[in-house]
């Protein structure tokens, strides 16, 4: 069973940064992708930034520019570095890793941005 727990969410002013860490329990070389979603209160989760093994990087279009996906080999981490936060980036923050057609969640970290 692959675990992925996540970490670096909290309270953060508009305009501020910060980092978000996904350890997970295997090599992160054995997922096809690997990613970040969130999800506010009344809306769908949906794609922030994700990679492939072969190191493709996506973007959400409201997130380019502003926020970068990167990972640690070694460390079996993933990134996910927030600069210029706004208010409408609050939301439960979710690493994801698919395999094939097995999809894993973790357990998520609340992003809040005060205006």
């Known amino acids: 069973q692959v675990q992925l727990v996540e970490s670096g969410g909290g309270l953060v002013q508009a305009g501020g940064s910060l980092r978000l860490s996904c350890k997970a329990s295997?090599?992160?070389?054995?997922?096809?992708?690997m990613g970040w979603y969130r999800q506010a209160p009344g809306t769908e989760r949906e794609l922030v930034a994700s990679f492939t093994a072969g190191g493709i990087t996506n973007y959400a279009s409201s997130v380019k520019g502003r926020f970068t996906i990167s990972r640690d080999n070694a460390k079996d981490t993933v990134y996910l570095q927030m600069n210029s936060l706004m208010a409408e980036d609050t939301a439960v923050y979710y690493c994801?890793?698919?395999?094939?057609?097995?999809?894993?969640w973790g357990q998520g970290t609340q992003v809040t941005v005060s205006s």
């Open positions: 295997r090599s992160i070389f054995s997922f096809n992708v």
């Open positions: 994801n890793a698919v395999k094939y057609d097995l999809w894993y």
